[in-house]
């Protein structure tokens, strides 16, 4: 059983309408095959590749089951992060639509959990949350398990690999032994299958017939490289491909950090999340990215998991995962639900054993493809211009233009220096700021803190200066209190600040007249202040 028609599937109204003011039309397999197992009362493993509809394959049984007269918990669904919790919340609300009675609690830590005991009080069907949260609540006693005859594990493997066997096994013993157990991820390691033989009863490992692991909808490319050419590399295909939104995954947090920071230099609209951020910081970059604000997510693999976003058209392995399996999740993040999305690996040096290992394990071809050249940029921005000139010249009024460039002809020039000349102004004013970054502002919203602005300055060498050194400077100059001049680090040989918005140009042009000579602050003078 493949896909099907909703309306084949013993399920409600109530969800039939969900589904359909949703948009879908037809089950996904591991929908067709898991909501009825689900109905049907069996303990499930399923395994499905990444953005097919694994949460509503759980969400639309559970919300079947649940006794709109028992305002108890029935059922428990723990997530890996905050985000992810937040949004099977979402998906579950949405499919609940035309269940007015049935309540979902998302509950995770960084939130007040004042407020979500209010809401677990009032009455609550189905709780969606992160291990530690969960915990919190049971010990409490503002969670009860008497009830609970549903318990999920979303990304299963992921929950292992983080270390929350403990807790799961914890909240496995303590609720009600007639429950149903469901396991679920786009991969499903040894270690799922051993939770599986012990708290699962006669558990169906519902693994979606196919023959690859990843999406068939994503191209998938590799390039070989040394490490510093890593940046560049990035630049060019970001330049070149132009997605909409994209994630860009790095191996640890102070990677996704620097890298984020480099990239906002270069006047990418980039920000950072990884579980070393407060829980606002992670809110608000996530918002942001849902919302186009900032175009590049920088992300560690657990920060991604199970993440849908709408429009994701590429994602980079900046470096090559540590694991097979997070290959698979990363590049899921584009390609969702029948979408089409690119996938762009960096390897350098022995990664070339790992990457043969991720196709062998994946069954996928990744091709290998050459690093786009300046030329190359160059080519396809032109035809972008050409293609905008067009659509320009089609909808504009020029009549009066066309006066005016008529009289300099007479003049002086002809109609094609006119037209090359223009054409040079026009390109050169993009490329200026990304190739030198002498000083690049970004009044984007780039990950500043509310009301501040993000200046980026080139200081040339970075063992000759301090964040302090850079700070009396600015204070110095500008007669900002020091206090108000934040966010400071240097990264290679270019350093940021963060001052209040309102002040920032003046900042900038002060620092460019003062400070920055050719591209390098000069920071003699910044000591001497
Ligand atoms: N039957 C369907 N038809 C069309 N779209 C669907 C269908 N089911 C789910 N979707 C949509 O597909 C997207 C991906 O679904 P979901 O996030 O549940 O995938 P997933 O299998 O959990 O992926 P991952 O492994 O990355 O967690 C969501 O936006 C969801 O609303
Ligand atoms: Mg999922």
């Known amino acids: 059983m493949q896909k099907i028609r909703f309306n084949e599937l013993d399920v409600s109204k109530e969800i039939l309408k969900a589904v359909d003011d949703m948009g879908f039309e037809e089950t996904t397999p591991i929908q067709s095959n898991a909501i009825p197992a689900v109905l049907a009362g069996k303990d499930i493993v399923g395994q499905a590749q990444t953005g097919t509809g694994k949460t509503a394959a759980f ?42 009675r049935i309540y979902t609690l998302p509950v995770y830590g960084g939130q007040s959990i004042k407020r979500q005991i209010r809401a677990l009080k009032k009455g609550v069907q189905i709780v969606i949350g992160t291990p530690g ?18 318990f999920v594990l979303d990304e299963a493997d992921v929950m292992l690999d983080m270390g929350f066997i403990d807790d799961i096994e914890t909240v496995l013993r303590d609720i009600p032994d007639d429950r149903q157990t469901l396991f679920f991820s786009a991969t499903i390691p040894k270690s799922i299958r051993r939770l599986s033989r012990k708290y699962q009863k006669n558990s169906q490992f519902l693994k979606v017939a196919h023959e690859k692991l990843t999406v068939p909808s994503i191209e998938q490319y590799y390039y070989e490289l040394r490490r510093h050419d890593k940046l560049k590399a990035l630049s060019r295909l970001l330049d070149l491909n132009n997605p909409e939104l994209a994630i860009v995954f790095c191996n640890t947090r102070k990677m996704v950090d620097e890298l984020n920071i ?20 992670r809110d608000r ?13 920088v992300a560690t693999d657990v920060a991604a998991r199970g993440i849908d976003v709408d429009d994701i058209e590429a994602v980079f392995n900046y470096d090559l995962p540590q694991d097979t399996d997070y290959y698979v999740h990363r590049i899921g993040r584009t390609g969702r639900a029948g979408k089409s999305g690119k996938a762009f690996s960096f390897v350098v040096g022995k990664d070339i054993y790992k990457l043969r290992d991720i196709q062998k394990y994946t069954k996928t071809k990744i091709k290998r493809d050459k690093i786009p050249s300046a030329d190359d940029i160059e080519e396809a921005k032109f035809e972008l211009f050409n293609e905008e000139l067009s659509a320009y010249i089609e909808s504009e009024k020029l009549e009066k233009y066309i006066e005016l460039i008529e009289n300099i002809i007479d003049e002086e020039y002809s ?21 030198e970054k002498v000083v690049s502002p970004n009044f984007g919203d780039t990950g500043a ?34 206090g108000l001049i934040g966010a400071i680090d240097i990264y290679d040989n270019f350093t940021f600040v963060e001052v209040p918005r309102e002040k920032g140009h003046d900042v900038l042009e002060i620092m460019k007249n003062n400070y920055i000579k050719g591209n390098k602050i000069n920071i003699e003078t910044a000591k001497a202040k």
Do not use: W
């Open 59 to 100: 969400g639309i049984p559970l919300l079947e089951e649940m006794d709109a007269d028992n305002k108890d918990p029935q059922a428990i669904i723990l997530c890996p992060t905050r985000e992810l919790a937040i949004q099977v919340s979402e998906e579950l609300k949405r499919l609940a639509k035309y269940k007015k």
């Open 133 to 150: 949260r969960v915990m919190d609540h049971i010990r409490r006693g503002t969670l009860k398990l008497e009830q609970i005859n549903y």
């Open 262 to 281: 480099k990239l906002q230099a270069r006047g990418y609209l980039s920000d950072a999340i990884h579980g070393g951020l407060n829980q606002n910081q």
């Open 285 to 297: 970059v996530m918002g942001k990215f849902r919302n186009g604000i900032i175009e590049i997510l």
């Open 449 to 482: 803190e509310p009301g501040m602005v993000r200046l980026f300055i080139n200081i040339g060498k970075k063992d000759r200066i301090s964040p302090r050194h850079i700070v009396g400077a600015i204070a110095g100059e500008t007669g900002l209190p020091g």
């Open 415 to 435: 109609a094609i220096e006119i037209a090359a000349a223009l054409m040079k102004k026009s390109l050169n004013k993009v490329e200026d700021l990304a190739e």
